[in-house]
C-alpha cells in the first residue's frame, strides 16, 4: 500500500507484431529537422554510385580501342594495326575522374549520414530523459529500471548505428542494381536475360530470410531489456540475495532471460549472415553464365570483346546490391525494433501539464506557514481500487504530526499524495489554504525537505551531496548541519574532509548516509518536514544523537513523522493512527494511551518486546 518506489516487473516476450512503417514514420517526423541534410547526402550517394555504373562502360570503350590495334587475319594474311592512344588516355583519364568522383561523393555521404544520425540519437536520449521527469512514479511501479536504462542505451545506440548505414546502403544498392540494369540492357540484351535468371533465385531466398529473421530482431532487443533489468535488480540487491540464500535462483533466472537473448540473437545473426556467402555464390554463378554466353555472341560475331570485359564488371555490380540491400534491411529491421522500443516509452501517458497553473505557495516575499488540511482524500494506485477511503486531519503551522500503524496501512502513500507524487482519486489537501492540485508540483515540492527510509546519496563531493540543488549555501550552514547530527567528525577524518568526493574509496555506512541525508534536509530549510523513518538505520545512541537534532530542526516547521518505534513520537501535538487505508484513532499520546485501543495496543507490544 506504500508508494511503490520498488523495481516493478520485468517485461516479457514480443507483445505486438513490429510496426514497421508506423515506427519508421515516427522515426522520421522526429528526426524531420535533418531530413534536408539527408536527402542531400543520400543523392550525393546516388550520384557517386551513377560515377561507378558508367565505369565498366567506358572500361568497354577502351578495352574496344586496344582491341582494333591487335593484328588481324584478312583473306589468310596477318594485317598490322596501330592502337589510338590519344583516345585511350582519354578514355583512362576519365575513368579515373569517375571513380576518384565516386570515392569523394561516398565520403562526403558519409559524413554528413554520421553527424545526422549521431545527432538524431543524442537528442532521442535528451528526449527520453526529458521524459523520465514527466512521467508519473505510477509507471516505475510497474517497469524495472533496467528496461529503461536499456531504451536509453542499447536501444538508441542500435538506432544511431544502423540508421545512417542502412539509409545510405539502401539508397546505392537501388541505384546500383537499376543503373547496372539498365547499362546491360544498353550493351547486350540476351546477355542481360540470362545474368537475370541466375540471380533471380537470389531474389527469392532473400525475400524467404528477411521475412523470417525480421521477429528475432524485435526479440532480441527485448531479450537485451530483460537481461539489463535483472542484471541491475540483482546487483542493487545483491546483500539480500546473499543473505536469503537466493543465488541459486538469481542465476537461473538470468540463464533462462540469458538463454533467450542468446536464442533470438543467433538466429537473427545467422540468418542475416547466409546473405553474403549466399550473393556471392549466385554472383560467381552470374559469371560463368556471362563467360559462356558471352563466348558463344562473340566468336558468331554479334557482340564484341569489350561487351564480355564490361558485363564480367555489370554482373558484380548487379548482383552485390542483392547483398547490400538484405544486409540494409536487416539493419533497418533492428533499427526499427529498437525504434518501436524508444517511441513506445515515448508515448507513455504523462503528468499533465501545468504550465498554465500560477505558482502561488511561497511566491511574492510571503513565507509558507506550512498549515496542512487533508479534506476527505480518496486514493488507489489503480482504477476501483480504493486503498485510501476518507482522510481527514488538520494541521496547524508547527504542529509535529506522527502517523503511525501496521505495515500496509498506507502511512507512506499519504506522505506521497501530500506531496503529489501520485494525484488522489477524491478531495483535497491544502496548504495555506491553496489546494495543491490548483499549482505546479514543482512549486510544491518547494515547500518539503524529506528524509526517507531508503538513503541516496550520489558520486560527488560530501558538500555537493548536503547543498544539493539548493542554490546560495554557505559552507558554515553545511558545516552546522553536519555538527548538529554528529557527522562533522567524520567528515573531517576523510582524505579532503567536504571536498572528498563519494565513491568506493570513500564509502559511508548506511548509517552515515542517513545522518547525511538529514544534514540535507537541514541545509534545505523548507517550511514543512517529512520524515519517513529517518532513524531507522542508526544505533540507539546515534539514535539519541539525531532525534535531538531534529528536535530542533522541527522548532517553527510543520513536521510529519512516518514511525514504527513509537518511543521517538510521544512528544507528537498529533498521532493519526492508521489501519487499512483509514485512520482509526487520532490524538495525543497520552490520549490514545488512556483510549486502551489500537494505538495503546501497538505501543504496549513494543514494550513488551522492550523488556
Not at 545506440?157 to 546502403?169: E, F, K, M, P, V
Not at 541466375?198 to 526479440?219: N, T
Not at 558485363?311 to 525494433?337: D, G, K, V, W
Not at 495543491?436 to 528524509?451: A, E, L
Request: glycine fraction near 10%; charge should be neutral.
Amino acid at each position: 500500500m506504500a508508494g511503490g518506489m520498488g523495481h516493478g516487473r520485468r517485461r516479457g516476450p514480443v507483445e505486438k507484431p513490429q510496426d514497421f512503417g508506423g515506427v519508421m514514420k515516427k522515426l522520421a517526423h522526429f528526426c524531420r529537422h535533418y531530413i534536408p541534410a539527408m536527402i542531400f547526402a543520400l543523392i550525393l550517394g546516388a550520384a557517386g554510385t551513377v560515377c561507378q555504373i558508367v565505369g565498366p562502360d567506358k572500361l568497354k570503350d577502351m578495352t574496344n580501342e586496344i582491341t582494333k590495334g591487335l593484328p588481324a587475319i584478312v583473306h589468310g594474311k596477318p594485317v598490322l594495326r596501330s592502337i589510338d592512344f590519344d583516345a585511350v588516355n582519354r578514355i583512362a583519364w576519365l575513368l579515373v575522374a569517375l571513380y576518384v568522383g565516386y570515392a569523394v561523393l561516398c565520403y562526403v555521404q558519409s559524413w554528413i549520414m554520421a553527424n545526422v544520425t549521431q545527432r538524431t540519437a543524442q537528442q532521442l536520449r535528451e528526449a527520453i530523459s526529458v521524459k523520465i521527469n514527466k512521467l508519473p512514479l505510477k509507471y516505475f511501479d510497474k517497469v524495472s529500471y533496467g528496461d529503461v536504462l536499456s531504451r536509453i542505451t542499447n536501444d538508441v545506440d542500435a538506432i544511431g548505428q544502423t540508421l545512417g548505414q542502412s539509409l545510405g546502403s539502401l539508397i546505392t544498392s537501388i541505384t546500383l542494381f537499376f543503373g547496372a540494369l539498365i547499362m546491360m540492357f544498353y550493351n547486350n540484351v540476351i546477355m542481360t536475360l540470362c545474368a537475370i535468371g541466375a540471380s533471380l533465385l537470389g531474389l527469392i531466398v532473400m525475400g524467404l530470410i528477411m521475412k523470417v529473421s525480421q521477429k528475432y530482431f524485435a526479440q532480441q532487443q527485448i531479450a537485451l531489456g530483460d537481461v539489463n533489468g535483472h542484471v541491475e535488480e540483482m546487483y542493487t540487491g545483491h546483500t539480500v540475495v546473499k543473505s536469503y540464500c537466493g543465488e541459486a535462483d538469481a542465476i537461473r533466472r538470468f540463464e533462462k532471460y540469458n538463454n533467450d537473448l542468446y536464442v533470438s540473437g543467433w538466429k537473427s545473426q545467422f540468418l542475416s549472415g547466409l546473405m553474403m556467402p549466399l550473393m556471392n555464390f549466385i554472383g560467381n554463378f552470374g559469371y560463368v553464365v556471362v563467360c559462356v554466353v558471352g563466348a558463344a555472341l562473340a566468336m558468331d560475331g554479334k557482340i564484341e570483346f569489350g561487351v564480355i570485359v564490361a558485363f564480367m564488371m555489370y554482373i558484380r555490380l548487379f548482383t552485390q546490391p542483392l547483398s547490400q540491400f538484405a544486409q540494409a534491411f536487416q539493419n533497418l529491421q533492428r533499427c526499427a525494433a529498437a525504434s518501436e522500443r524508444v517511441f513506445g516509452f515515448l508515448e507513455e501517458p504523462e503528468m499533465d501539464d501545468e504550465s498554465g497553473k500560477q505558482a502561488l505557495l511561497g511566491q511574492n516575499g510571503q513565507p509558507v506557514r506550512g498549515d496542512v488540511e487533508f479534506n476527505h482524500v480518496q486514493f488507489g494506485y489503480e482504477p476501483g481500487k480504493t486503498i485510501i477511503h476518507d482522510f481527514s486531519a488538520s494541521v496547524k503551522s508547527g504542529q509535529k504530526i506522527a502517523i503511525v500503524g501496521p505495515t500496509g496501512a498506507g502511512k507512506t502513500t499519504m506522505v506521497n499524495l501530500l506531496m503529489r507524487f501520485y494525484e488522489i482519486s477524491g478531495g483535497s489537501i491544502s496548504i495555506d489554504g491553496v489546494d495543491t492540485k490548483s499549482v505546479p508540483r514543482w512549486n510544491v515540492h518547494d515547500q518539503f525537505s524529506m528524509v526517507l527510509q531508503d538513503t541516496w546519496v550520489f558520486h560527488g563531493t560530501v558538500r555537493e551531496n548536503i547543498a544539493y540543488s539548493k542554490p546560495g549555501v554557505t559552507d558554515e550552514q553545511i558545516v552546522a548541519a553536519c555538527k548538529a547530527v554528529g557527522l562533522h567528525h567524520y567528515i573531517m577524518s576523510l582524505p579532503n574532509g567536504y571536498d572528498t568526493v563519494l565513491d568506493d574509496k570513500a564509502s559511508l555506512s548506511q548509517g552515515q548516509k542517513q545522518l547525511l541525508t538529514i544534514a540535507r534536509a537541514m541545509v534545505e530549510d523548507a517550511p514543512i518536514l517529512i520524515l519517513d523513518e529517518a532513524t531507522s538505520s542508526v544505533d540507539t545512541r546515534t539514535e539519541e544523537l539525531i532525534q535531538k537534532a531534529m528536535d530542533a530542526l522541527t522548532v517553527g516547521r510543520t513536521s510529519f513523522v512516518i514511525a514504527h518505534r513509537l518511543s521517538t513520537i510521544r512528544d507528537a501535538d498529533m498521532i493519526l493512527v492508521m489501519n487499512g487505508g483509514d485512520i482509526v484513532e487520532r490524538g495525543t499520546h497520552e490520549e490514545l494511551l488512556a483510549k486502551s485501543g489500537f494505538y495503546a495496543d501497538i505501543y504496549n507490544s513494543q514494550f513488551t518486546l522492550a523488556q
